[in-house]
């Protein structure tokens, strides 16, 4: 249905919403509308919330973003990746990302809840 991303440049963070439906063409845009935003910085962390989203991504497609991102991040690395999942569907969702998307991050864990990924984010690295 949507993905949604703001940047907050004081806090060096990409926080990105993704809810409902989402499909692949969505997933590939957004890394499109990331690899044209030059506002943000190298090595910027990003939190990914996914507590919304009611789609579960095939390998395939999951192979497609990472080759997405993995475009995005050899002209800009990022920093750390927090995901947000807080039910079986969207943790499920979030480990999968995290097998695929891992190398392409400094770090990837996947949190249940936002305040307990948002200080980690927040913890010095």
Known sequence: ???TYTYQPRKRRI???CEGEVTLVEVLNHFHLLSLDRTIAPGADVLLDIRTLTSVPEAVQLEAATGQLKRVTSARPLGRCAVVADDALSQGVGR????FASTHFSALRVFASIVDAESWLDAPW
Request: without cysteine; charged residues 20%; glycine residues 0%.
């Open 1 to 3: 249905m949507t993905i």
């Open 15 to 17: 926080e990105t919403l």
């Open 96 to 99: 999968m990302w995290e097998s």
